[in-house]
Structure formats: C-alpha cells, structure tokens
C-alpha cells in the first residue's frame, strides 16, 4: 500500500498545554511544525483551570482553542486532528503513522499526548471525576474551603495526600479496607485528620455534587470534595514503540528526560504529564517551552 509522506522539522504528539506550547516555540523559530492532537485533553472534566497565570477560572477548553487559533496564525504549523498509531526511526529522524494510514516524518519528534487515569472502582467516583472527586488541592481546593473533606487511600502516600488536603478543611482519610500504620496514625491524629476505615460502598450526591460516602451497612459519612491519586499511564503507545524508557513514577508511568525533555531515544522529547510530576497545566505549558526551545538548538547545532 501506498502512503503519502508529509515532511516537518518537528512533530508534536498531543496538541494540549504541553504541546501547543512546544509547537508555538517552534512556530517562532521559523521551523515546520505539524501537532497530532486527538482533542482528548486530560483536564477535560474539569469545569474550570486554576493557578494558571492570566487565566484562573477559564475552562479547560477555552483556553487551549484560544492557544490554538493563535498558533495557527503562524504560516509554518499544521494541526492534524487524527491519532498517531504507530512510530518508526527513518535515517533522518522519524516517520509516525496516523489512524487515516498517512504518514509524517520529521527529524525530531516531541511527546505530549498526555495521560490516561484508573480510577478506583466505587459507584459514583467516576462521574464526578473533576467536579467534587478531585486530585490537586492547589488547582481546586480553595473551592471547597472549610467544607467536609476526604481523601481516598491507594497507597502509603495517600497518607502524606490526606495531611496536606487538611490545609483546605477538616478532612478524613477514607482506608476503604487498608491498613493504616501506627506512626501514620500519629501523624493524622496531629494535624486532626479523622480516619475511616470501613470500604465505601458509593458515592452519593445530585449530579456531579458530592454529599456524603456511603458504607454497606448503610452508614453515612458526610462529604463534598474527595481527592484521589488514580493510577496514571501514557495514553499512547509511541514512547514504547521508540524505544524509550520509561519509569514507575510516584503516580504512575512517566517517560524518562533529562533537563532539555529529551528521552533515552535520541531526536525524542517529552513534556507535561508524561515526563513529569506532579502535574499542573502551568508546569506542563514550562515543560512544553523547554522541549520546544532545546529542540530548535539541536536542529541549529546538532
């Protein structure tokens, strides 16, 4: 079968806030520059963005079609709405296949597709993911300020999660079955973080608002914002299939860089949640600039 090949300097995997920030670098270095996006931002549930400098509160959304119709006033950048499937080393950099069977090579390529959460499973937890089932404090937390708070215990971190999380309110510490260590409860019990330790059965509320844990016994906890570290892993394939490594990270997997974004795989970049925690919009947009700007220096001098 026959492709048509679309040549760039750059290519960018995921046109969200790590990737248009790397193309819009890119774009003013006079360099080519094609973004595959699949409009799947990770940050989609959520209503609104915060500590975003310039714009607390805009949504999500929003903010990135603003970023993207400036970025195509630039004459050198293409944005591909399509999936990238499949990516392969060529002798002058790298050829990625999209959904369609079209074909792109470019000499360098950067990662930003962003990643994928695992949620526990609990009726309820799902639905109001991003709305009143939460993962940062400082992107939503003053939100919820002095109202019943609880965090959802994955792994021993979690307990460092739950200490943090009573800065915003009084705040419980839901084990859902765990064990909870001795000196762990010492530490909750000083900064006066309540522990429950029965599972949870649901999450009831009206719509996307959260109103209390529910137990099998049929107790009920009352409860308006619950923070969660769901399990995280890359949402695409390509990292893999270049040959690049990749950690277990503190949440997840994590691609690994060094201080330019570039991966174990020469020519590879990452940036934003892929290569990094934690994880905020402002330091994927810093990470995508970082990317962006070291890949123009290896073009110019590598």
């Given amino acids: 079968m026959m492709h048509n090949t679309t040549s760039h300097d750059v290519l ?17 270095a006079r360099r080519s520059v094609c973004v595959l ?31 993207r119709a400036q970025l195509l006033g630039y004459w050198n950048v293409q944005v591909v709405q399509q999936e990238a499937v499949t990516a392969r080393r060529a002798d002058e950099g790298f050829v990625v296949t999209l959904a369609s069977g079209e074909e792109h090579e470019a000499r360098k390529v950067i990662l930003a597709f962003g990643l994928r959460d695992t949620l526990q499973n609990i009726p309820g937890l799902e639905e109001r993911w991003g709305r009143s089932v939460l993962h940062c404090p400082y992107c939503h937390g ?11 215990y994955r792994t021993p971190m979690s307990v ?20 909870l260590a001795a000196e762990d409860a010492e ?23 959260l109103h209390a844990a529910q137990f099998a016994d049929g107790r009920e906890r009352t409860l308006e914002a619950l923070y969660v570290a769901p399990r995280s892993c890359l949402s695409s394939p390509i990292a893999q299939q270049l040959g690049a490594a990749i950690d277990d990270g503190p949440m997840g997997e994590m691609i690994r860089t060094d201080t330019n974004r570039m991966t174990t795989v ?12 934690p994880h905020s919009v402002s330091w994927a947009v810093a ?5 962006g700007t070291s890949v123009h220096r290896a073009l110019v001098f590598g």
């Fill in 142 to 152: 003053i939100e919820f300020s002095e109202r019943a708070l609880g965090v959802l």
């Fill in 266 to 277: 020469d020519g590879l970049y990452a940036a934003g949640d892929i290569a990094r925690a």
């Fill in 12 to 28: 960018v995997i995921g046109g969200a806030f790590a990737g248009m920030a790397a193309a819009t670098y890119l774009a003013r």
């Fill in 287 to 291: 990470d995508g600039v970082t990317a």
């Fill in 37 to 67: 996006d699949t409009g799947k931002p990770r940050n989609r549930f959520a209503e609104a963005s915060h500590g975003f400098l310039g714009q607390d509160g805009r949504a999500p959304q929003e903010i990135l079609d603003t970023a």
């Fill in 160 to 179: 460092h999660q739950a200490l943090l999380i009573a800065e915003w309110g009084p705040t419980t510490l839901y084990l859902h079955g765990e064990e």
């Fill in 187 to 209: 530490k909750l019990a000083v900064r006066g973080v309540q522990v429950e330790p029965a599972r949870i059965a649901q999450l009831v509320g009206n719509g996307h608002t």
